[in-house]
Structure formats: C-alpha cells, structure tokens
C-alpha cells in the first residue's frame, strides 16, 4: 500500500501543479499588462491650456510636462482625462488612467512604475455619455518646477484620448474650418516672434508689430551663486497713455515660459513697472529693478499688446533719459510672405 501510495503522490503532485498553473494563468488574465517603456520623460509635451489629445495602443504610455497654476492663482489644480470606447472596454476601462508624478521622482533614474504617484485620477461619470470614460484628479501642486503626467492604457483595446489641466465635465471638439486658400494680404499678415541673444553691449532694438514679441536669452552677470541687484529700463515709441499699459516687459525663466504655454498667465520672475521721467511724451518706459542670483539664465520678454506698431529700445541698468541719437535706429522685422 505505501508502495502504490508512493508511486500516486507524483503523479498527484503534478496534476496539482497543472491545475495551479492553469488557475494562476486565469488569474493573471484578469490583471494589468506590463507597461512598455515610453519614449522618455525628457521629450514629454507640455500640457497646454486648451488640452491635449491622443491615440494609445494597448500597453502604450504617454508623458506630459504639466505646470500647475493653482498656487499661483490661490485656487486647487486639476487634471482631467476623458478617453473612448467605454462602452466596448466595459469594465476594462479601469485598466487607463493617468497618475502624476514630481520632478524629483522622474529625474531619480528609478522605475517610475515603482513609486507612489503623489496624484492619480479617480473614475467619475458626469456627461452623461456612456461611450466615454473619465478621471478627475484635484489638489494643489506647488512650487514652479514641472510636474509630469503619465497616461497609460493596460487595456486589450486602443483608446482615443483627450486631457485637460482643468475640471473639465463635457468633451467639446470645435469643429475644423473649411481648407480656404491663403491670399498674399493674409500672408503678409503673418507674424514671427523675435528670439535672439540679448547683445554684449547691453541694449537691444528693435520693432514689433501689433501682437508681436520679443524674447531674449540673458545670463545675469557677475560671481555666479551671488545674489545682486540688476536694472532694465525699456523705452518704446509712440507712448502715449492711451494703450502705454498694453506693451509689456517681464523677466521669466525657461520653466516659467513653459508654463505660459500651459495657461498660466502670471508665471514670471520680474515684471516692468510704468514709469514717467523723461518729460517725452511720445515715449513709453517701463523699469524693472530687483535682485536675482548671477549666473542663472533668464528670457528678457516685450510684448506689443497695443493697437499699433511700435520701435524699442531695451537697456540694462535704471536709465531715467533715452538718447535715440546714441543707437541704431529699429527696423521692422521682415516679414514671411509664404
């Protein structure tokens, strides 16, 4: 008896093991698939204002650069994801979502996949449409430093997807307008940012047109890590006090230019303050004083708000009269016509 029962329990046991592993195997059915390793954080778009979209196959990842604006405003930040087909995933679309994560934990060189996101959209039914999915993730984000923002799809289908730095209850996709041919009137209407390095000898010119603007890449001088005191006097003409307050002067870093981009409007280091001293009245001024640390890089930023072109003249240093005779005199930039 013992020999035969030593001789069954082999056999017992591998029957066993064949029905663990055909039950595991179910199991594991039920469960998310790996993640395939995305393109890098370090391509990550930013997340605009107006929302982004996409496609994601099963297993896929996306990344986005998010700069919250929350803290600024005094109010709590959100994030939104909206995908489809909710009806044909039933109950799989619990496998997409989105999680946030912070700079220093992308940046730790460790698998992302096994940290704890500070935030993860939670599931909500609010439009009304059972073909869609969302999730809503709210709290506040401070600090000026990108957050990021990873969408995931562990589903066996594709999703179509749509996200919003934004509380956002029903999709609305504006509809495209008619292909119409360009006219040579219209294309001259169109405008180019000025981008260019602030010049050595610490005055740039130039003009811009109605909505146009100018960015320059300035590196604070002196013993870098040090904290001194820098000046920018901006002169432009004409001046006058009707529109004066719609041509700008800011001081913004690159994070700080990316979050314009994702609608954070007040984002800047420094602002230019109107001011009144020359005793011209066809120039506008505006001047900025204040300390920041030598060695860091900042973007220089004038925008033409008003209701007419005008020329400009930005100096470094607290200078109360502009001698126009001193510099070259502004040209418009040209102008693409195709």
Do not use: C
């Not at 599931?123 to 401070?142: C, H, I, K, M, N």
């Not at 990873?150 to 730095?165: A, K």
């Amino acid at each position: 008896m013992k020999q035969s029962m030593a001789k069954v329990w082999p056999a017992l046991v591998v029957a066993l093991g064949s029905v663990l592993v055909l039950v595991l195997g179910s199991v594991s059915g039920l469960d998310a698939a790996p993640l395939r390793q995305s393109s890098g954080v370090e391509e990550a778009e930013v997340l605009a204002a107006a929302g982004v979209e996409g496609h994601l196959a099963p297993g896929a990842q996306t990344w986005y650069r998010y700069y919250p604006a929350g803290a600024s405003l005094n109010r709590t930040d959100a994030v939104t994801l909206i995908f489809k087909p909710a009806v044909q995933l039933g109950v799989e679309a619990m496998r997409a979502g989105f999680q946030i994560f912070s700079l220093r934990q992308v940046t730790s060189g460790r698998d992302v996949d096994t940290l704890a996101p500070i935030g993860v959209g939670a599931r909500v039914s609010r439009d009304g449409d059972p073909d869609t999915a969302e999730y809503l993730w709210q709290g506040v984000l401070p600090g000026a430093d990108p957050y990021f923002v990873r969408v995931y799809n562990r589903t066996s289908l594709g999703i179509d997807f749509w996200l919003f730095p934004d509380d956002v209850v029903h999709l609305v996709r504006p509809e495209t307008p008619p292909a119409t041919e360009e006219t040579p009137e219209a294309a001259m209407t169109a405008l180019v940012d000025i981008e260019a390095d602030f010049p050595w000898e610490g005055v740039a010119i130039g003009h811009l047109e109605v909505g146009q603007k100018a960015w320059y890449r300035w590196g604070a001088p002196g013993e870098i890590g040090k904290r001194r005191e820098y000046a920018f006097t901006l002169f432009f003409m004409p001046g006058n006090t009707v529109f004066a307050d719609r041509v700008k002067f800011e001081l913004l870093t690159e994070a700080q230019r990316q979050a314009r981009q994702s609608g954070n409007t007040l984002a800047n280091t420094g602002a230019g303050a109107i001011v009144s001293r020359d005793g011209d009245p066809a120039t506008g001024e505006r001047l900025w004083h204040g300390h920041l640390v030598a060695g860091e890089a900042f973007l220089l930023h004038i925008a033409n708000d008003s209701d007419a072109p005008i020329d400009y003249w930005l100096l470094q240093g607290d200078v109360e009269r502009l001698e126009p005779e001193k510099y070259a005199t502004p040209t418009p930039t040209p102008v693409p016509t195709s």
